[in-house]
T-cell receptor, first 115, second 112 residues
Framework: AQSVTQLGSHVSVSEGALVLLRCNYS??????LFWYVQYPNQGLQLLLK??????LVKGINGFEAEFKKSETSFHLTKPSAHMSDAAEYFC?????????????FGAGTRLTVKP | IAGITQAPTSQILAAGRRMTLRCTQD?????MYWYRQDLGLGLRLIHY???????GKGEVPDGYSVSRANTDDFPLTLASAVPSQTSVYFC???????????FGQGTRLTVV
């Protein structure tokens, strides 16, 4: 079965600093990987996804993530944090050959951006 | 605007009462899902439906039931609510099981 571990339930950065949110996955078959963002009192919105094409994936709002099979990681980065990036971020994994009912989410990382 | 509509947005419910959370999508997506979100646990799948007329159990199905009479609607029913069902519930859909899921705004349910 697939699973995801997000390292750090809370991350705090200063405005303009690098954002790094960590995600490690476990999957016995080639995975699809996703990052979702949740703003307060809203649903989840897709930031980016890896579906076995390029290992460096660019998403919305300046975020990107790199699939590293050897490290079973899919960390999310952004070079320069904005105040508007403050939100909860979820990493998710599913089998590439499967369906979304296989999808498993991490516990989430809350990002705080300090002025 | 196309998307997923959930109702109600929030509800306080007495334990033992029956409650149906509504979910409607207008994107003609085949697959729909119900998740619950709890602090420190992320999102966990309750039930899913890969196409109208079929449903399946997710990770945490106990105490919940669903139906999928048509493509657009996927209601979630709590037959007899218990306090441990206090959570935020999200409905989601995807074009098939293969593409990313789109989420509704959520229903905050408190069982007292």
């Amino acid at each position: 079965a697939q699973s995801v571990t997000q390292l750090g339930s809370h991350v705090s950065v200063s405005e303009g600093a690098l954002v790094l949110l960590r995600c490690n996955y476990s999957s016995s078959v080639p995975p699809y990987l996703f990052w979702y963002v949740q703003y307060p009192n809203q649903g989840l919105q897709l930031l980016l996804k890896y579906t076995s094409a390029a290992t460096l994936v660019k998403g919305i709002n300046g975020f990107e993530a790199e699939f590293k099979k050897s490290e079973t990681s899919f960390h999310l980065t952004k070079p320069s944090a904005h105040m508007s990036d403050a939100a909860e971020y979820f990493c998710a994994v599913r089998r590439g050959s499967g369906n979304n009912n296989d999808m498993r989410f991490g516990a989430g990382t809350r990002l705080t951006v300090k002025p | 605007i196309a998307g997923i509509t959930q109702a109600p947005t929030s509800q306080i419910l007495a334990a033992g009462r029956r409650m149906t959370l509504r979910c409607t999508q207008d994107m003609r997506h085949n697959a729909m899902y119900w998740y619950r979100q709890d602090l420190g646990l992320g999102l966990r799948l309750i039930h899913y439906s890969n196409t109208a007329g079929t449903t399946g159990k997710g990770e945490v199905p106990d105490g919940y039931s669903v139906s999928r009479a048509n493509t657009d609607d996927f209601p979630l029913t709590l037959a007899s609510a218990v306090p441990s069902q206090t959570s935020v519930y999200f409905c989601a859909s995807s074009d098939s099981g293969q593409t990313e899921a789109f989420f509704g705004q959520g229903t905050r349910l408190t069982v007292v």
